[in-house]
């Protein structure tokens, strides 16, 4: 058991004065602030953003603004639990909602931060990332690694949405968040390397000394149908009660596919119940199929497709699926981070 730690009050006034006026402060009173107890105090909050809320005002950014004026036309989901304005949904995860309509592009650029797209709605747009064509189909997640350029193209005749997640907070608290842009890119005529060199799992190139070496983000597509594929053959094996997920890793190191971010497509089967244990990551859900509900710290969320609901560090979770077809969500979350930082924990429930 700890003491009581002094309070501020409890300093003369004019021993504060000179604190302030030469940049020093006591750590003693503010101690528990910055080192709580046995877990985090989370700023964030638990949100559930509703697609049927967001698409109408997204749209409607697409009447207000031109997107040269925008550069990417994104509503970014802010975490309540931050104030007006934040940008991000938890501690180190940004979301926002991007929309492109047909015709538009949206120039080359570059950052420090890492991305990564869920297409949400709509066909015939593409990313071009360092000159490799990635198309954008529903539930795809195309990865934009830290420092690679990527501009986007739309060559269909309805407005595309995607969901842009990125570890831009954690670049901002690094001070180390900038860009560089460049003009749109000219794609090589071939297929992304999903469809290519990492077509089949279990397979991958063969290495020979005279050839250069495995770029550290080999594959930048990742399909959605695959995905789904890989899912339901899972979960027509997995025991009940417990969702089946996949993580998305990099084919040639079975690391986590970006290095903060980490990226699980989850299946619940009709009617099923998960109770995941409390995790030190925090996350964002993203439904692609299926309707259900989730309670995040005992906040209940209704979700359906296209909606996007956060959990802070922490959080007490459980899932369920509504009782007729399977649910399909990406969990969007930060444990590679705290790996590397060597303080990811899982407390089972009791
Ligand atoms: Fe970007």
């Known amino acids: 058991m700890g003491h009581a730690l002094g309070t501020l009050e409890e300093l003369p006034l004019a021993y504060r004065a000179a604190l302030a006026r030469n940049s020093l402060a006591p750590l003693w009173p503010m101690m528990r602030n910055v080192l709580p107890h046995g877990a985090p105090q989370p700023v964030s909050r638990q949100n559930l953003w509703r697609f049927e809320t967001l698409r109408p005002l997204l749209l409607e950014a697409g009447d207000l603004t031109p997107v040269e004026k925008a550069e990417r036309r994104v509503l970014v989901l802010t975490d309540p639990g931050r104030g007006e304005g934040a940008m991000q949904a938890t501690s180190v995860i940004y979301v926002g909602m991007q929309l492109l309509k047909p015709g538009e592009t949206a120039p080359a650029h570059?950052?420090?931060?890492?991305?990564?797209?869920?297409?949400?709605e709509g066909e015939g747009a593409y990313t071009v990332v360092d000159g490799e064509k990635c198309p954008m189909h529903?539930?795809?997640?195309?990865?934009?690694?830290?420092?690679?350029?990527?501009d986007h193209g739309h060559s269909g005749t309805e407005p595309v949405i995607w969901l842009d997640a990125l570890d831009?907070?954690?670049?901002?608290?690094?001070?180390?968040?900038?860009?560089?842009?460049?003009?749109?890119?000219?794609?090589?005529?071939?297929?992304?390397?999903?469809?290519?060199?990492?077509?089949?799992?279990?397979?991958?190139?063969?290495?020979?000394?005279?050839?250069?070496?495995?770029?550290?983000?080999?594959?930048?597509?990742?399909?959605?149908?695959?995905?789904?594929?890989?899912?339901?053959?899972?979960?027509?094996?997995?025991?009940?009660?417990e969702a089946v997920e996949l993580d998305y890793v990099n084919p040639e190191t079975g690391e986590s596919c970006l290095p903060t971010l980490g990226f699980t497509a989850m299946l619940l089967r009709p009617g099923e119940k998960a109770t995941p244990p409390l995790r030190?990551?925090?996350?964002?859900?993203?439904?692609?199929?299926?309707t259900g509900t989730s309670t995040v710290?005992?906040?209940?969320?209704?979700?359906?497709?296209?909606?996007?609901?956060?959990?802070?560090?922490?959080?007490?979770l459980t899932h369920e699926a509504d009782g007729t077809e399977p649910a399909f969500l990406i969990r969007i979350h930060d444990r590679p981070l705290q790996e590397r930082l060597g303080y990811f924990e899982e407390r089972v429930r009791p």
């Open 110 to 120: 570059r950052h420090t931060p890492s991305a990564a797209r869920i297409i949400v």
């Open 138 to 150: 529903r539930g795809d997640l195309v990865l934009t690694p830290g420092g690679a350029w990527h």
């Open 168 to 241: 831009l907070p954690l670049f901002v608290y690094l001070e180390g968040s900038y860009a560089e842009e460049a003009p749109l890119q000219a794609p090589r005529n071939r297929p992304d390397a999903s469809e290519a060199e990492y077509l089949s799992a279990g397979l991958v190139p063969s290495r020979r000394p005279d050839r250069a070496p495995v770029s550290r983000y080999p594959m930048l597509r990742y399909p959605w149908s695959r995905t789904e594929a890989a899912l339901r053959s899972l979960g027509a094996l997995a025991a009940p009660g």
């Open 280 to 290: 030190s990551s925090s996350a964002v859900f993203h439904v692609i199929s299926g």
């Open 297 to 316: 710290n005992g906040e209940r969320f209704a979700w359906g497709p296209a909606d996007t609901f956060s959990a802070p560090v922490f959080s007490t």
